[in-house]
Nanobody, 124 residues
């Protein structure tokens, strides 16, 4: 099985910064694309940023120029540096990883591996 554990959320004032981390663990063969998503109360989960295994990145328009996604392949960890935070960034942030892992019987690739989420609250 694969486990994703996020950390780094919290309460910050508008204009402040936070850095989220997500560590992927398990008997893993490869990790492809990784990403961050968020879900605000009453809204659907939306993409924030993704990064391929080769380092290519993609961002939602609402966070371009403020957020930076990165990864450490040796540590199976993805990061999200969030600067110039706004109240509208308030949400639960989830990480996602496309991983090939050993089930105990066979190797399996699964794209929808999710963490438990970490709360980010930006006060005005």
């Amino acid at each position: 099985q694969v486990q994703l554990v996020e950390s780094g959320g919290g309460l910050v004032q508008a204009g402040g910064s936070l850095r989220l981390s997500c560590a992927v663990s398990g008997t893993i063969s490869t990790i492809g694309a990784m990403g961050w998503y968020r879900q605000a109360p009453g809204k659907q989960r939306e993409l924030v940023a993704t990064i391929t295994s080769g380092g290519s990145t993609n961002y939602a328009d609402s966070v371009k120029g403020r957020f930076t996604i990165s990864r450490d392949n040796a540590k199976n960890t993805v990061y999200l540096q969030m600067n110039s935070l706004k109240p509208e960034d308030t949400a639960v942030y989830y990480c996602n990883a496309d991983a090939t892992y050993y089930t105990g019987i066979t190797w399996r690739r699964r794209a929808d591996n999710w963490g438990q989420g970490t709360q980010v609250t930006v006060s005005s």
